[in-house]
C-alpha cells in the first residue's frame, strides 16, 4: 500500500491538477502566509528563535514576518510554530489535520535554497496535504482519541512528502521517506492549550524534510512503513481503514475540502461564535442588557474546549464560554480578541460566567443553537446550519484578504502584504517561488 | 509525578552518587565510544553526513571517528546512528531500552560547546539514564508490545534530561524540558532489521537535546507529561505503572543493571552464541563434522531473531540460526562476523540450515541449551545458565577494553585509542571533558 501510494506522488504532476484544485492551493498557501506573518511576533517564535540560533547553519531561508534567516532545516521549524500559534491556520475538518502548517514551510525553505518554479511548489503543496490527509484518515479517530495531535503525527507525511516531491525522489526513495516520517510523529494531546501545541507542526516539518532528505541521499528504511505490522498504523491507532489511503487517487483530491477560519480559535467553536456576532450585529446588545446565554452545540465542543475559566489569551482559545462572550462584546473575534488583556477583562468575564452548555449529539460539528436571554425577558435565538469557515460556507476570497491584512498589519507595510498576496494568488506562474518565501520577509 | 521526578533529577549532584554508580558510568562511556567510533564509518553514517551537511551549522562539534565537525544539534544525529548501527552498544534488558545512544552525543556535544567537567558529565549521565529507563518501565512492556522502540520513545527523555542538568535547568523547566521530550517520541519497531533503526537514537538524542534547549529559553510545556490523561504514558501505551517513577529515586541507580554486548548482535540471541563458542572452543569443531544443531530457547529469541536465511550482515544480527552457525564456524562473533560477505558464505551457510530451534518459556532470557550432533553420533551439549554480557556475568573491564579496541582498530591509531579509553575511565576526574569528544576525532 505504501509502494502503492508512492507510486502515485513520485508519478503525479502539476498538469493532472484539476483548476479548482489549484486555485484551493493558493487559498491555502495565501491563508497560511498571513498567520505565519501574523504570528512571526509570537512569544513562543522568540523563544524558539532564540534557542536554535547558536546552532543554526547559513541564513538559507526566511523566518516570515521577520528579520531573521535560518538555514533550511531550522527555518520550518519557526515559520510551523508561528503558523499555528494563533490556531487561526487552515483544518481537514475529517482528520483535524492542519494541513499547510507542516508543509508549506518546507516548501518555502527548499524554494529559497533551490528554483522551484510555481508549478512545482503547487504540486508539491497539494500532494503533501495528499498525503497527510488521507494517512490521518486511515487511522481516524482511533489516532486522535487515544491522544495524538494529527497534525503532528500524520503532518509529518505532509512534510516529507512535499519535500521529496521537489527533491525529485522516485518511488523507492519517496517510500523510504515516508518510511522515515512514519518512525517520527511529534505530539500528545496533553499539549493542547499551550506552547508546546504549536510546536508540533514546527517540529512535524523538520521531521519530514530529514526524512525526504536523508532518502534522497539513500538513506534506506521501510518500504511499507505504514502499513506494515508494526508499521505506523497499527502501532499508533487502534482503528485502520487502509482504503482511504488509496481510494479515488487522483480524482478525488484532499485539498478540496480545505477550510479556513474567520475566528483565530479552534473550529468547534466556531459555530458558537458565528451566531454570537449574528445576534451582536442584528441587536447592538451591550453585557448589561443580558442576564444569560445558553448554548446548545455538538459534544465535541465540550470536550476540547470547556475550560469555564481561562486565565489567559491561549486558554481562551479553548473556552466556549469565553468565545461566546467576547462574540457579543467585540462583534468579531480575531487574534486581538484572544489577547491575555481581553480574556481577563471584568466585562467579559462577567458576561462570560452567565454562559451555560447543553450537549447534543444529533447536531452537526459546524451547527450551534444560541439563545440570549435578556433582563428585559426578551429572547433571541439563533440557529447556525454551517458556521462560516466551514465546507458548506466557506470563506470567500475577499474574506481571507481581509483576514490576510489584518494579520500583517503592523509586521508588513501595507504595500508590502498586498504584494505578497498577489504572489501567493498567482502562485503558479512564478518561475522561482523563493520571490514568495523572500517578500514575507520581515 | 512528573514534578516531583524533575525535582529530583533537579536537585540530584555528582556527590551523591555511590561509587560503584560512578564507575558504571564510566564503564557506559567506554563500552559506548567503541561502538561509536566503530560504527563510524558504516554506509548509514556516511549518507546520513551527506545529507545533513549542506545546512548544518558551525563546526562546534566531533563526529566520532572521523574528520568532519557539525553543529551540536547535528552531531549527536551522526554519533546516535553510529553508536547503534551495528547493534553493539549497551542495553537495559528489563525494557530493552540501550541507555547510552541517546544521551552520551548530546553530552559530548554539549562538552564541545561549554565547559564541561568531569563531575557534572558523569552526574548528567547517570540522571540522563535514570531518566529514560524509569520512564520506559512505566511503560512497558505494553509500549514494546504495540510496536515501539523504547530506545527512540523513551531515549528522547534520557537525551533531555541529560542535557537539561548541563545546561542546569530548574525544577520548573526540567519539567518543560520533559514536556517538550514526551511529545517528541521516535521509533517503530517495523524498522528493526534496517538502516533507520540506528537512526532511532540519534533523532531521540536531537529531540531531547532540542526539548532541553528550548525550556532553557522559556518555551512551556505540560508540568504533567509524562502522567496527564493525554500525557505520553497513557498516549504510548496500555499498560502505567507509575510507581516505576519515583521509586527508591537516589537509591537504587537504573545504570547499576547496565549490560555490555559481546557480541555484535542483539541480546536474545547472547546465549546461543555464548554456548556455541565455548563448545567450539573446547571440541575444535569444523563444519563437516557437524549433522544439526539443536537450540532451546526462550521464545522472545523467536521474535525477534526468526530470520531463517539473512541476505546480509545486517538481517544476520536477527537470525538465531545464523548465530549459531557463525558462533561455530567463527568462534567468536565481533562486528567482522556480521559482514555480508561472512553472512552469505556458502559454508556457514550450510551449517545454520543444519540448525533447529525449540521454545520453552521456563528459560530465563540469558538462558539457552545448544546441542550439537556430530556425525561420528557423538553429541555435545552445553547449558548456559547466565550468558557472557548479562547482569549476572557481566563483561570484565579487560574484555570490555579488548571490545574497544578491536572496534576502533583501522579507525584510530592505537595509541590513539588507547589514550581514548583513558579519558573514559577516569572521565569524572577531567576539568574538561570536551577532551574526551576531540580526542575521538578520526
Given at each position: 500500500m505504501t509502494q502503492a501510494f508512492a507510486r502515485f506522488l513520485a508519478a503525479a504532476r502539476f498538469e493532472d491538477l484539476p483548476s479548482a484544485v489549484r486555485d484551493e492551493a493558493a487559498r491555502s498557501l495565501l491563508n497560511w502566509m498571513g498567520v505565519a506573518v501574523g504570528g512571526s511576533r509570537h512569544e513562543a517564535v522568540e523563544i524558539a528563535l532564540a534557542a536554535v540560533s547558536p546552532f543554526a547553519g547559513s541564513p538559507q531561508a526566511t523566518v516570515f514576518g521577520r528579520s531573521e534567516r535560518l538555514d533550511i532545516m531550522n527555518a520550518p521549524l519557526l515559520n510551523g510554530i508561528s503558523s499555528h500559534v494563533f490556531d487561526f491556520d487552515d483544518t481537514?475538518?475529517?482528520?483535524?489535520?492542519?494541513?499547510s502548517a507542516p508543509v508549506v514551510p518546507v516548501l518555502l525553505a527548499l524554494a529559497e535554497y533551490r528554483p522551484v518554479s510555481g508549478k512545482d511548489l503547487i504540486n508539491a503543496l497539494v500532494l503533501g496535504i495528499e498525503a497527510e490527509c488521507r494517512i490521518a484518515r486511515v487511522v481516524s479517530p482511533g489516532m486522535q482519541e487515544i491522544g495524538w495531535h494529527a497534525t503532528g503525527t500524520a503532518g509529518v507525511f505532509g512534510a516529507a512528502v512535499a519535500a521529496a516531491k521537489i527533491l525529485g525522489l522516485d518511488e523507492t526513495r519517496m517510500s523510504h521517506a515516508i518510511g522515515l516520517a512514519a518512525t517520527q510523529p511529534v505530539g500528545i494531546r496533553e499539549m493542547f492549550g499551550g506552547m508546546t501545541k504549536s510546536f508540533h507542526p514546527g517540529r512535524a516539518a523538520q521531521n519530514g524534510l530529514m526524512a525526504a532528505l536523508l532518502a534522497e541521499k539513500g538513506y534506506t528504511s521501510s518500504l511499507d512503513g505504514i502499513e506494515a505490522k508494526r508499521g505506523w498504523a497499527n502501532v499508533i491507532s487502534t482503528v485502520q481503514n487502509f482504503d482511504a489511503l488509496t481510494g479515488n487517487l487522483g480524482t478525488r483530491y484532499e485539498i478540496s475540502r480545505n477550510s479556513y477560519k474567520p475566528f483565530a480559535c479552534g473550529l468547534v467553536v466556531h459555530p458558537v461564535i458565528d451566531g454570537c456576532i449574528q445576534l451582536q450585529n442584528e441587536n447592538k446588545l451591550t453585557v448589561d442588557m443580558i442576564e444569560r446565554i445558553d448554548l446548545v452545540i455538538h459534544p465535541i465542543v465540550m470536550e476540547l474546549t470547556s475550560n469555564r475559566k481561562p486565565k489567559n489569551g491561549l486558554e481562551g482559545k479553548f473556552s466556549v464560554y469565553y468565545a461566546a462572550a467576547i462574540g457579543i462584546v467585540a462583534g468579531r473575534a480575531g487574534e486581538a480578541q484572544f489577547s491575555n488583556a481581553q480574556v481577563t477583562d471584568p466585562v467579559v468575564t462577567g458576561l462570560r460566567d452567565r454562559v451555560e452548555t447543553t450537549v447534543d449529539p444529533s447536531l452537526r460539528q459546524d451547527q450551534a443553537r444560541v439563545t440570549i436571554k435578556l433582563k428585559d425577558s426578551r429572547i433571541l435565538e439563533r440557529f447556525v446550519t454551517h458556521a462560516v469557515g466551514s465546507v458548506d460556507n466557506p470563506m470567500t476570497n475577499a474574506r481571507l484578504d481581509a483576514k490576510f491584512l489584518e494579520l500583517s498589519k503592523g509586521i508588513l507595510p501595507d504595500d508590502r502584504a498586498r504584494h505578497l498576496m498577489e504572489l501567493c494568488r498567482t502562485a503558479e506562474r512564478l518561475a522561482d517561488t523563493g520571490d514568495i518565501a523572500r517578500a514575507a520577509a520581515g
Open positions: 481537514d475538518l475529517t482528520t483535524a489535520v492542519h494541513p
